[in-house]
Structure formats: C-alpha cells, structure tokens
C-alpha cells in the first residue's frame, strides 16, 4: 500500500472569486477539471472584437457541441429615443424590473484522483466551466481536518484517513499477536501509534514535493493526508524538464533517508520490542513506499520522472506525458492482475497454505482499487497536458465583443438601436468625459420586455466596474483564466495599454472558446 502523493500535475486555479458589486450572488465555484464539450460558437477573427450580435439579443442557450457554427442572431430595431418620448407611458412601474442572472449550477467533471505514493498532484484537475461564468474554484481548499501550516501551506486530514488507520491498526495489531503476546489488548494502541508514525512519514514525504516546489516558485495549494496516501497539490507545471524530475524525485528520496534512518535506529534495540518491531516496521513501510513511488508511471512519481526524461529528449512535454501516461495504464493492469498472484504465491511473507479465501478476496479488492487510482490518475494527466496545450488560443483581444459607448441615462433601446447601427454586442456607459463607469449586464436586457426598453434607463441594468473587471487586451492563456477567476463576473471590460476601450469579454464566449479547444485532439 503506497502512501505518497499526486500525480505532480499542478492545477490551474490559483485565486479565490470575490464577491460581485451588484448585489448578486456570486457564481457557485467549479471544479478544475475540464468540463465535457457543451457548447460551440463562431470563431472571431484574430485581433478584431466580436462581430455583431448586441447586447439586446444575447446568445441562445448552449447547445449540444457539434461542428457548426451557429449563425449570430440579428438585434431587433426598437423605438428611438424621439418615439420613445411620444409614446404613452406604460401602466408598469418605471423602474427596470431586477434583473436574473441564474446560471445553471456546474456540471462536475472528472478529477485527478490521487494515486499510492504518486507526487505533486493535480488539484482536480483543469478549471471547470459554468454557463455564463469564467472557470472558477472553491473559495477554500478545504478537504478535511486542518492539521497546521507548515511553509505556509495547509496540511488537512481527509475522512478517509481514518478509515485506513483503523484498518492499519486492526492488520498490525493481529500481527503484534503473533509477534508479542503478552501485549495483550494493548497490542492496538501499539498499532495505532504505528499508524500514525506511518503517515507521519507520508507528510514528510509530501513536504519534500512542498519545499522543492517553493523553491521554484510554484505555489502550493495544499497537503492532504488521504486513504492510500498523500497529494501536494501544486498549482503551475515546473518550467522546465529538469525541475520536473528534481521536483518528482524528492520525495521518494526522502522516504528512502527515512527508511535508512529507521534502520539506524534499530541498531541498538532489542528486536523482540515494541521500539524494535515499530521501527522495523516504519522502515520496511518507507521503503515500500519510495520504491512504489518509483514505478515509471503516472501518476506516480516515477511517471513525472519519465515524463522529464521523455519531455528532455523530445522537447515535447506533451510528448512526455503520453508516454508515462501509457506506462502507468500498464502498471495498473499489471497491480490488477500481478498482485494477487504474487500475494497467493507468499511473495509478501504469507504461504498458500495460510492463505484463506478471504485473503484473495481481501488481496484482488486491494489490487482493484490501485489499479483504477492508477489508471484514472493517468487519463487525467493527459487531459490536464491537453488543455494547457490548448489554453494559449484563448486570448483576449481574439473573443472580445465590440461595444458602444453609453450615457447614464441613455433609453435600452435608443442604446440597442445605437448597439444595432455600429454592428456592437456589448454597451459600456460612460461619464462625459467618456470614462467607463459600468457594464450593461447581457442576461439583465434579456429580463427587460421589449416594450419597457424605450422607459429603462441602461444604468438600471449595468454592473459596476471593480478593478478586477478591467481586463488587458493582452492577457491570453492561463494569465486570462487567472484574472477571470479572480474576480467572478458575466463581463469585463478590456482595454488597451493605453487605457482606452477595446470592448466587452463575456465569459459565456470565453467558456464556448474553451470547450472548443478542448474537443478538438491534441
């Protein structure tokens, strides 16, 4: 039973959603793992914002995704300002009915799960999507018992981890019954001690992946203690195929020190013990673990070694991944059908004769359950290198909407009409000096019956501008999906370095561009 790490794939997230100005609830955070392909639009030409389509007829409901570009929808002439003041005032209030910005709550997507022993893993790997919301994570990683800080990083126990401590503690403490009889009942406290001296050893093990990590400035996410072992979610890739392996072999490494530490120490004790038989134990254990964690496969950190390998060779890091990723699906076959026979065999200390059929029950139900962590930790690391292969076409000048600039004042539909004649999707109003101030929220015009457009005032419908909604033409890939996490939104205004206005990024178009890039092969 290996106890170690991740897959040593870095997630994408890094911030944490703020709060939105408007007073509406923000956007259910989403897992970090690509979501499947919901929705296609039409591609935008490089360098130009979108084409037509205004802010008075926003984009139909996501689709199923297929190969065709839905057509963009044309905006209904509405009645002039002039018309708008001759026409009689509707019965209604006046005032624009508050607007609904419901999203759909987040379709889960798969995540990495955390292999025996397997490195820095991915956080659940790549953002999830929401209708109408940028990728997002939770706004805290959570996971379990807060157990401290160490380098800043927090440390949490799982709910899991008690499970396979109480079955550590009831395995052991039979074996402690054979070994030391007169222990009696206190055999199990022994045991438990054992347990937790074990993934004691396990967190050691992470903060090697922790450390190595820090000092090449990757940030951390977190260390979680879990059922078969450890994951140090790291949230950037190494920069490099030489970081990759340092960053990978650390932590076997270490388990191999503290495996030859325990045997030190075991020099001047009596063997028939309780010290001697914990501090065979926890050697054997550290020693199992840093040549399990050594198997070249993903996601274990032998996989993340033969990926830097590969990825030197190559100059390919998804060349790389591709290979450990297959490597590792083999290793998960092999535990599936190898361990069992090897454990009927006696390889492990256990003769046939001793055997019962409860122990190959017990022994294919164990080699089950790796080899689908195994196998599942390897297709996701080759999805998380397909999507950061994939994660430079977003970029921000390509999927802005033109805008129009906007009075405070300004009718809805003198405002649409102004949308319509400029070919714009997106309204921006503006002081008189022409600063923007707000944005004209999509799904809020949606909301307004085209017959009240002529007596809404489009700040009645806008969102004001935080900094974090100021976006850089500029910005593309991960760098874009980072400052869209940051601050949660439906739009964001983008700007030239000049500080003049680009135009209006919806996350509805962002979210189409990603799920693009993910159905097409790598």
């Known amino acids: 039973m290996d106890v170690s790490g991740g897959s040593g794939q870095p997630r994408s997230d890094s911030a944490e959603p703020t709060r ?20 296609t639009a039409a591609p935008e030409e490089p360098g130009q914002p979108g084409q ?64 025996p022993g397997d490195g820095p893993a991915p956080a659940p790997s790549p953002p999830g999507m929401t209708k109408g919301q940028p990728p997002q994570r939770p706004k805290e990683p959570g996971g379990g018992l807060l157990m401290g800080r160490p380098f800043g990083v927090p440390v949490y126990v799982a709910p899991s981890w008690f499970v396979v401590a109480a079955l550590i503690t009831w395995v052991f403490g039979g074996q402690l019954d054979r070994v030391l009889p007169e222990l009696g009942a206190a055999r199990y406290l022994v045991s438990l001690f054992f347990a937790i001296a074990f993934y004691a050893s396990v967190l050691i093990h992470e903060l090697a992946h922790t450390v190595a990590a820090i000092r090449f400035n990757l940030p951390v996410r977190r260390i979680q203690l879990q059922f078969f072992g450890g994951v140090s979610e790291i949230e950037k890739e190494a920069e490099t195929p030489g970081r990759e392996f340092v960053l990978a072999f650390v932590g076997p490494l270490l388990s191999l020190v503290l495996s030859g530490l325990f045997y030190l120490a075991m020099q001047p004790v009596e063997p028939g013990t309780v010290p001697g038989v914990l501090l065979a134990g926890l050697m054997v254990s550290n020693l199992i673990v840093a040549a399990f964690n050594l198997l070249p ?7 993340r070694m033969l990926r830097a390998v590969v990825w030197k060779i190559t100059g390919k890091p998804m060349s790389g991944t591709v290979a450990a990723a297959w490597v590792g699906r083999a290793l998960a076959v092999s535990v599936l059908i190898g ?59 390509t999927l802005t909407r033109r805008a129009v600039p906007v009075e405070t004042d300004t009718p809805l539909s003198e405002a649409l009409r102004r949308a319509n004649a400029a070919g714009a999707r997106a309204l921006v109003i503006v002081d008189a000096d022409g600063n923007p101030l707000s944005l004209v929220r ?60 680009y135009g209006v990024l919806s996350a509805a178009d962002v979210e189409r561009a990603f799920v693009r890039a993910m159905a097409r092969p790598a």
Not at 53 to 71: F, K, N, Q, S, V
Not at 297 to 303: I, R, V
Not at 446 to 471: F, I, K, N, Y
């Open 20 to 39: 939105q100005t408007t007073g509406e609830e923000p956007a259910p955070p989403v897992p970090q793992t690509p979501g499947k392909p919901a929705t």
């Open 297 to 303: 496969g993903l996601p274990l950190d032998g996989g």
């Open 442 to 501: 999509e799904a809020a015009i949606v909301g307004v019956p085209e017959h009240r457009r002529p007596w809404v005032a489009v700040s009645g419908l806008a969102q004001d501008l935080t900094d974090g909604m100021r976006v850089s033409a500029e910005l593309a890939g991960e760098d874009l999906l980072d400052v869209l996490r940051a601050t949660p939104a439906t739009e964001y205004l983008v700007v030239e370095e000049t500080g003049e206005i």
């Open 339 to 397: 361990l069992p026979l090897l454990n009927h065999w006696g390889s492990f200390g256990g003769g046939t004769d001793d055997s019962t059929g409860m122990d190959a029950v017990t022994d294919a139900l164990l080699a089950a359950i790796l080899a689908a962590i195994i196998w599942t930790g390897a297709g996701n690391s080759l999805r998380m290198a397909r999507l950061r292969e994939h994660l430079p076409e977003l970029r921000a000048r």
């Open 52 to 115: 037509p389509e205004t802010a008075g007829a926003p984009d139909p409901a996501p689709a199923p995704h297929t190969d065709t570009t839905p057509e963009t929808p044309e905006i209904p002439e509405t009645p002039s300002a002039s018309e708008a003041r001759e026409a009689p005032e509707p019965p209604e209030a006046q005032k624009a009915p508050e607007a609904r910005d419901d999203a759909p709550p987040a379709t889960p997507t798969p995540t990495a799960a955390p292999g």
